[in-house]
């Protein structure tokens, strides 16, 4: 009986019962004839553009609500809570809702993050991040549109560094910020995780939108919490301001480094020393 066991045991263990994707080629030219490449990029569009349309309205009614001159006070409005929770609840409805067109990426550093890992080719992803830009331009400027004298009164909903925080901090904000949701993108898809865990490709895009609701807890009170290239650069193009501009880069070199150290930490150590255990329980074995 024991024996029979052991057998089993063994069994279980020395076949997989996932697959891995093999990588994406870094250039498929193949990639231009497909409709699918185009819808996607349809869908990335529009989901970036109700993204910034959505949180720079709420970002624009809370300063409204807040301002003295306007009768508010600090109490009133949706807070830093309810800013976190618009940026991470559209987060969530996006995902949901494009998932299975685009992948759900919203965002050049996501994009970037999963080129690293070999999950697009840089066709696509240079592509996605034309789309993620020009939703955002368009989204923030929907919301001007809408709300001209409030979008011009309150800063236009733009990302830069708060007073009493230097350029280092702000950075390392945006690379720790934004390699926490990159790493949460990975977790969430993993397919070693989806296939022992069946709920998982169902809940996907929940870990994703909480993750960026408690970096925005986090990080609003240092840069306004960008980890997202195509959202600060959007406000930043309709604001049209000299110190979001000064400000800009943080917002990009930030998010690429958090992206490229959670797709190798991810990637090349977790997974690869998974996989390296398991060829020596093999071994052994």
């Known amino acids: 009986m024991a024996k029979d066991v052991e057998v089993q045991e063994q069994g279980e263990y020395s076949a997989k019962d996932y697959q891995d994707p093999p990588p994406a080629p870094l250039i498929d030219v193949e990639e231009l004839t497909k409709w699918s490449f185009y819808r996607a990029l349809i ?32 109490c009133d409005g949706v807070g830093i809570l309810g800013i976190a929770w618009a940026f991470g609840g559209m987060i969530f409805i996006l995902v949901y809702c494009t998932a299975g067109i685009s992948g759900g990426h919203i965002n050049p550093a996501v994009t970037f993050g999963l080129l690293v890992g070999r999950k697009i080719s840089l066709i696509r992803a240079i592509f996605y991040m ?37 350029k280092g901090t702000a950075l390392g904000a ?52 960008g980890i997202n290239p195509a959202r600060s650069f959007g406000s930043a193009v309709i604001y049209n301001d000299e110190k979001i501009w000064d400000d800009q880069w943080i917002f990009w070199v930030g998010p690429i480094i958090g992206a490229t150290i959670a797709a190798i930490y991810h990637q090349y150590i977790l997974r690869g020393s998974a996989i390296k255990a398991l060829g020596s329980f093999r071994s052994n074995a």
């Open 174 to 225: 945006e690379i720790i910020g934004t390699f926490v949701l990159v790493y949460t993108v990975f977790s969430a898809t993993d397919p070693k995780r989806n296939a022992r865990d069946s709920h998982v490709p169902v809940l996907a895009p929940l870990p994703i939108g909480f993750a960026v609701f408690m970096v925005h807890l986090a990080t609003i009170p240092i840069t306004g919490t």
């Open 43 to 74: 869908a990335e569009f529009v989901a970036t553009l109700l993204f910034l349309y959505v949180t720079i309205l709420t970002i624009i009614g809370y300063s409204h609500q807040t301002d003295p001159k306007a009768g508010g006070t600090d």
């Open 130 to 166: 034309a789309a993620q830009s020009a939703g955002a331009i368009c989204g923030t400027g929907l919301a001007k549109g809408f709300q001209k004298a409030f979008f011009d009164r309150y800063g236009g909903g733009a990302n830069f560094i708060h007073d009493g925080y230097n």
